[in-house]
């Protein structure tokens, strides 16, 4: 065994414990947790070996932060857990394209380029691939970054991207600071200061924005709503249907979401209420037998006593297809109307047509084929004071689009509200609280506050910096009360720009690689033309 591959293998695994630490809230490891893989890619190699580099730096991002994401692939198909972890590895470089990227373009801005140039290169690479080639789980680097409670207010000034940005570029700073460092007493002192200064400052001016920053104050005479949410901690739907029936199942869930929702009304003065994803198992307001209907109406009913509207998670159809919806019902009135979800999960919720036969439905037979709704739509939330708030729904994998919450912004949302099933994280909190953050940075990014309802962990009230002010547990039943105010939101740079970092680091990436690779016949020096005509002497 070569010293080269105890060293390589030390330089991986050293960034696998770093980064672990940094997803479970070890922020200030961000900063630092690429340095040995950067090490690793600064040695020589042959592009096969840089290749498979790359490709072995996909298994290590995931092994180190998504393990429990194997843990849930595992559960929802009713596998072994390794066989779980095994199509977690097989699918790493489809879950995180953009570190192959940014490993190959850094390792093919090589030697001849200043170390800055090679590093914007990287960083933008990995950046613009993400905003290009949406993720499944929607993570980027800078979700590590939320326990930093000023640093990810930058998120309003360019979404998450600005901080994967920051982080990849002070990693790349204290990577050359740490090179120079090691070559010796005859390294100038400006060598040394420059990438270390660059690595310090950049969270710092963020930190001084973030710190500038404010959210509006409970004490601030603007309007208040206030959401009671209902974390009923019922999961395992089919093992209850298998043992109790499909009835006494959604007796059961109905008999306590009324007696949570009572409280949260009665006793605790809810403007609204909300219930989490597919809590109502069956269409509404199209049912599809007389047991439905009368389900209908004993939903409505229990509406029209408490007097404040319900939202929950229910289906939804037509003459084609069923959706994952989400029901606003108003006192007196009914069904106001269904947010249809609008990005579904791959293979659970939704078959791409082309792959969709009788062998995927016997190899798969829990793939779901609901079909997308048709993008964001805010609805109004009438208040029983008189007041009507209009307010955008984002169902479970909505809220890692940012697109989705930036557009309800624009139509005139002034609050998000979210829903998820995260029952199948059961085994592993890991991912239930890292899809909070995920969600959390979309008030940062749109300034808007949010009310989020999952059916057992981590339903939260979130004001408009991020910040939880009241919370339900994992694997808890909770009913979680809180009042946020609802001014009218100052439009920030991602709404009125959109997600506009990702194609800027595109665009400055194509730029250095045209000038890169451009053939070097374009830059020959041609021929100069004679000076006169030729004398025959």
Known sequence: MSKAWVRATGAVVLGVVLLALYARGSWGLGFVALLPWLWWLDQPASWSRRLLRAWALSLAYVLAAFTWFGTAIAHYAQWPQAQGQAVLLLIAPLLQPQLIVWALVRQGMDGRHRPWLRAWAAAAAWVGIEWLCPKVLGDTLAHGLYPAADLRQAAALGGTAVLTLTLLLANEALAHHLSQWGSGWKVRPRALLVPLGLALALPLLLLAYGASREAPRLDAGLPLLRVGLVQANIADYEGRRQSQGSYAVVREVLDV????????????????????????????????SEAGAQLDQEIASIVNAAGVPFVFGTYDRDATAEYNAAAFVQPQQGLLGLYRKTRLFPFTEQVPAWLDGPLLQRWLPWAGRWQPGSGARVFPLRLRDGRELPVQ????????????????????????LTMSNDAWFSADPLGARLHQAVAAFRSIETGLPQFRVTTNGYSAVIDARGTVHAAGDFGQRALVVGALPVPEPTPTLPVRWGNWVGPLCLASLAGLLLVRWRPLRGWAPQPAAPLGWPLRV
């Open 393 to 416: 729904p984002l169902i479970c994998r909505d809220d890692v689009d940012p697109s989705l919450a930036i557009a309800g912004a624009r139509l005139g949302a002034r609050a998000l």
């Open 257 to 288: 979401h009324y007696a949570m929702s009572y409280d949260a009304v009665e006793r605790q003065r809810a403007d609204a209420v909300l219930w989490s994803e597919t809590i109502y198992p069956t269409t509404f307001g199209q049912p599809k």
